[in-house]
């Protein structure tokens, strides 16, 4: 087995164990772009091997994407489909856990029409704002992984060949997921204790602001009445596997 490959099972396994935390019999979601299929049969193959009872996969593409906002009619950014909304929400209340694997090309869009992404970015906003509330209160296991596009390498390392900047960008995903180590899982375990103490001590000083000073910065952050533990909670969360 090649380094790499050996890298991507621990990849796979770190974001079912740590990232969603798979349970025996629970169902997982994974939405994730085409690209991204070798990471996603790892992925699925480490659930089963954990108890995962069933593995729903909903794929994406870019091009499909891409030709939508060139030639569909205006109205089809004005309507989501209600299955998929539902969907998720069923899915949610049945305790499912959601892994989105991300790996975008960032000016897929950059020559769309503006008012037509903005449109789709309402109405589908607007249709998952049920499934949403699931997430955004923690009601259910969900965490986000990334994976290279060439569009995102290439900008990160422009001085790079394609290959060569997938290269450099799968390495610094590794590197900052912890997947140099010898066991990731057990690493990101200690590492969340840690975060679990710093949120636990921040919430017993009771703090009213964030005062944050360095040469050239002066930043006071007010903090809302009795939920900063509610905001330490949810940042912990987002860093999971970042």
């Given at each position: 087995m090649s380094s790499f490959q050996e890298k991507l099972e621990k990849y796979a396994e770190?974001?079912?164990?740590?990232?969603?935390?798979?349970?025996?019999?629970?169902?997982?979601?994974?939405r994730t772009p085409i690209s991204a299929v070798e990471l996603v049969r790892l992925v699925t193959k480490k659930a089963y091997e954990?108890?995962?009872?069933?593995?729903?996969?909903?794929?994406?593409?870019?091009?499909?994407?891409?030709?939508?906002?060139?030639?569909?009619?205006?109205?089809?950014?004005?309507?989501?489909?209600?299955?998929?909304?539902?969907?998720?929400?069923?899915?949610?209340?049945?305790?499912?856990?959601?892994?989105?694997?991300?790996?975008?090309?960032?000016?897929?869009?950059?020559?769309?029409?503006?008012?037509?992404?903005?449109?789709?970015?309402?109405?589908?906003?607007?249709?998952?704002?049920?499934?949403?509330?699931?997430?955004?209160?923690?009601?259910?296991?969900?965490?986000?992984?990334?994976?290279?596009?060439?569009?995102?390498?290439?900008?990160?390392?422009?001085?790079?060949?394609?290959?060569?900047?997938?290269?450099?960008l799968w390495d610094a995903i590794f590197a900052a997921t912890r997947i140099d180590l010898a066991d990731p899982v057990s690493a990101w375990k200690e590492h969340l204790g840690t975060l679990d103490s710093k949120m636990k001590t921040l919430n017993e000083k009771h703090y009213h602001a964030l005062h944050y000073q360095s040469e050239g910065t002066d930043l006071v952050i007010e903090l809302p009445k009795h939920t900063f533990g509610l905001v330490g909670e949810v940042l912990i969360k987002m860093v999971y596997l970042l």
């Amino acid at each position: 087995m090649s380094s790499f490959q050996e890298k991507l099972e621990k990849y796979a396994e770190l974001a079912v164990k740590v990232g969603v935390n798979i349970q025996e019999g629970q169902t997982l979601v994974i939405r994730t772009p085409i690209s991204a299929v070798e990471l996603v049969r790892l992925v699925t193959k480490k659930a089963y091997e954990a108890g995962a009872k069933n593995v729903h996969v909903e794929w994406s593409d870019e091009e499909i994407t891409k030709t939508k906002f060139e030639l569909a009619p205006d109205e089809a950014f004005h309507e989501f489909p209600e299955w998929i909304a539902k969907g998720h929400e069923t899915l949610a209340e049945k305790g499912a856990a959601f892994l989105s694997i991300t790996g975008s090309n960032p000016d897929l869009l950059k020559n769309a029409d503006p008012q037509r992404v903005s449109n789709w970015n309402k109405t589908s906003g607007k249709a998952m704002e049920g499934f949403r509330s699931y997430v955004m209160s923690d009601k259910v296991s969900w965490s986000i992984v990334a994976v290279p596009s060439e569009g995102w390498a290439q900008k990160v390392f422009p001085d790079l060949s394609v290959d060569k900047a997938m290269e450099q960008l799968w390495d610094a995903i590794f590197a900052a997921t912890r997947i140099d180590l010898a066991d990731p899982v057990s690493a990101w375990k200690e590492h969340l204790g840690t975060l679990d103490s710093k949120m636990k001590t921040l919430n017993e000083k009771h703090y009213h602001a964030l005062h944050y000073q360095s040469e050239g910065t002066d930043l006071v952050i007010e903090l809302p009445k009795h939920t900063f533990g509610l905001v330490g909670e949810v940042l912990i969360k987002m860093v999971y596997l970042l």
